[in-house]
């Protein structure tokens, strides 16, 4: 029952952030930067001071890697109506929302920030009320870990003691060539034997936090495959952290974003990260509806085929749009993004792994 409180409180709390970081009103901030004239690029009414007078959208928009530091910093959520806006235009139309909202038509919709943090909390509480993984899977699973490091530890000692007793007969006085060549190959297996030990030892600590030594970082070879070895420990560090640095998914997927337009000046940072915003908090969404059909056990090869085959579609929909894309040019780059996003992913979740 504390658990189900805890993700109630988790999902409200989401919202609450959401709301502290949505504008009321366009993207209208304490102070206007200048004056702006013309027409609104919101509701299309005439401007003539620092905010439109109609809506209350601020003139002067800024599209600049610092605009986001501005986004989280000012304004006041109103989600309610703007949801129902939002919602509909990023489950189909997620490209043309995105490129209105990069282009100034932001009032009526939720911005991607707020939306990503709402779905950020919503898919951690909904996973915390489906999963059946919590601390003591956490214990269990250093246990196991202590338990195969002590067995390593007598291991590579047997082998190490196996090395010194060839290295002593290597070191009689004449002893047949036939003989010493065998010596060495036996040399040569309980070596290979020994250096294969240390590898499993060192994959073994770093998924216990022993995995740095000397100075020397952990690669994400040996995280991944420490997760292999033991995946419930894995799952509950995912679970336990993973909303917590779900913000870095975002700039970690910038990089790869930019060189799909690789010193283009049409499109800046802050367009990416407009782009990669809307769509990890669509595929937060999706993935919390997946899991409530997974609790409710109306899941079935083809309803998971169908979802898979929508995020799919939805990444292509959105990538076309979004950047004004040619059919062509899109599917020429679309293998590349589906790539990223890959790597993007594995990256994520091993810096998961690590920190926790």
């Given at each position: ?20 970081v ?51 910093a ?68 250093v ?6 490091q002590?067995?390593l ?47 499993a ?128 040019g ?27």
């Amino acid at each position: 029952m504390t658990g189900d409180i805890e993700a109630a409180g988790d999902a409200i709390t989401g919202g609450m952030l959401a709301r502290a970081v949505e504008p009321g009103h366009g993207e209208a901030g304490h102070g206007a930067h200048e004056a702006g004239h013309g027409a609104c690029l919101n509701c299309g009414a005439m401007v003539t001071d620092a905010y439109c007078a109609q809506c209350g959208q601020a003139a002067h928009l800024h599209r600049s890697f610092a605009a986001i530091g501005h986004d989280l910093a000012h304004g006041v959520l109103h989600f309610e109506g703007k949801i129902w806006n939002t919602l509909p235009e990023l489950a189909l139309r997620p490209g043309t929302l995105t490129r209105r909202y990069i282009h100034g038509e932001r009032a009526k919709f939720v911005s991607p920030f707020a939306l990503f943090l709402f779905s950020a909390f919503l898919m951690y509480a909904i996973f915390s009320l489906t999963s059946h993984h919590g601390p003591a899977d956490a214990v269990q699973g250093v246990k196991m870990n202590r338990e195969a490091q002590a067995e390593l530890r007598k291991e590579q000692a047997k082998a190490d003691a196996d090395i010194r007793k060839i290295e002593a007969k290597l070191a009689q006085r004449d002893i047949s060539a036939a003989r010493k060549a065998a010596l060495n190959e036996d040399l040569d297996d309980a070596r290979a034997e020994r250096k294969a030990l240390s590898l499993a030892s060192g994959l073994t600590d770093s998924l216990v936090g022993e995995g740095v030594h000397g100075g020397v970082a952990k690669s994400v070879g040996s995280v991944v495959s420490a997760a292999a070895k033991n995946p419930e420990f894995a799952y509950y560090k995912l679970k336990a952290n993973a909303y917590k640095f779900s913000w870095a998914l975002i700039l970690i997927s910038l990089p790869f974003l930019w060189l799909l337009f690789p010193f283009s000046r049409q499109f800046k940072m802050y367009d990416h990260a407009m782009y990669v915003t809307y769509s990890i908090a669509f595929m937060s969404l999706l993935f919390s509806l997946s899991m409530i059909l997974t609790a409710l056990h109306v899941t079935s090869g083809l309803v998971t085929l169908g979802l898979l085959l929508f995020a799919a579609w939805h990444m292509y929909r959105q990538f076309k749009d979004a950047y004004s894309l040619s059919r062509t040019g899109a599917l020429l780059r679309l293998p590349l993004l589906y790539g990223f996003a890959c790597v993007s992913l594995s990256l994520f979740f091993t810096l998961i792994v690590w920190l926790g």
